[in-house]
């Protein structure tokens, strides 16, 4: 049939990585999408999983442990957002529902029916607004240092958003600082080498696309708008929501009020983790995620 036709198409276009080691070795592949060129890399062996990058990040710097994790029975699929990385920038807006239009029709173009999502940061708002205007394209669902947005949610606070800003502003060269607010300081500090566990890539995220991601952000994080905080509670696909107790990147109650929201969400708190936390604890993450996708069923 149809299904396994688009199965098939995609078959073709994915390369089995036995012993997956970088993910840089894998070759990207392009298709165009609307106003851009996607760059998307796709491995594994079964049903899709989709995991969709935050603000900042390239598609080779999902931890390993979870690539390895998912790929070994599904087949993986990671992209760069608009403007990052081999991903050109169009001449649409950056806004989360463009990210989102952006990803279904990479879905689309990839044959894609239904696919199982993982969003991390913005990307957890990309995801709940594809869930929301394409629910019969998501299988399940995984909200990681997700928000809502808007009126209802918690926004970061002021000092939080001011080092962000300065830092994607080049106001300021101190990486230290940014770091700070992605991991817990405490844990730094038992953690010196920290850095060495992410993926380095040669892939960039130009700055002009940082500043456009930054506001996109901060827009959904608003208080002058309304969110999705009340749509999300029409999401009826099995979903998990994740966080690190100490994410002030987006504040970790945001998860607490999401799965009050979203009828039968899982949701798992990492105790002294930040919004880094699948850097922190990749084993962990990935267990927890193999764990949602292989108990759950839609």
């Not at 049939?1 to 688009?6: D, H, L, N, P, R």
């Not at 084993?283 to 069923?297: A, G, H, N, R």
């Amino acid at each position: 049939g149809a299904v396994s036709k688009a199965y098939g198409a995609l078959d073709q276009s994915i390369s089995t990585f036995t012993n997956l080691t970088n993910v840089q070795d894998i070759p990207a592949k392009k298709v165009r999408v609307g106003d851009i060129e996607i760059a998307y890399k796709a491995f594994g062996k079964g049903d899709p999983i989709l995991l969709i990058s935050g603000s900042g990040n390239v598609m080779d710097v999902w931890p390993l442990p979870l690539l390895l994790e998912l790929s070994s029975n599904r087949t993986v699929i990671i992209f760069d957002n608009r403007g990052v990385g081999n991903t050109t920038s169009g001449t649409g807006p950056f806004t989360i529902d463009q990210f989102a239009n952006d990803t279904v029709g990479l879905l689309d173009a990839l044959n894609i029916r239904k696919v199982d999502v993982l969003g991390f940061s913005m990307a957890s708002f990309i995801a709940q607004q594809l869930t929301l205007a394409h629910p019969e394209k998501v299988n399940r669902l995984v909200l990681y240092g997700a928000s809502c947005g808007g009126q209802e949610a918690l926004p970061q606070t002021p000092e939080v958003a001011g080092i962000i800003s300065d830092f994607v502003n080049n106001r300021t060269e101190n990486i230290n600082e940014f770091l700070s607010i992605t991991f817990p300081r405490e844990w730094i500090k038992t953690h010196p080498n920290y850095l060495e566990t992410i993926p380095k890539t040669t892939e960039i995220v130009p700055s002009t696309t940082l500043v456009k991601q930054f506001n996109a952000v901060e827009d959904w994080l608003s208080k002058n708008w309304t969110g999705v905080c009340n749509q999300v509670q029409n999401i009826s696909i099995p979903t998990m929501i994740m966080t690190g107790t100490e994410d002030v990147a987006v504040p970790a109650a945001n998860s607490l009020i999401l799965v009050q929201k979203i009828p039968n969400a899982w949701l798992v708190q990492i105790k002294g983790a930040g919004h880094g936390l699948m850097y922190q604890y990749p084993e962990e993450f990935s267990e927890i995620v193999k764990t949602f996708l292989s108990t759950t069923s839609n």
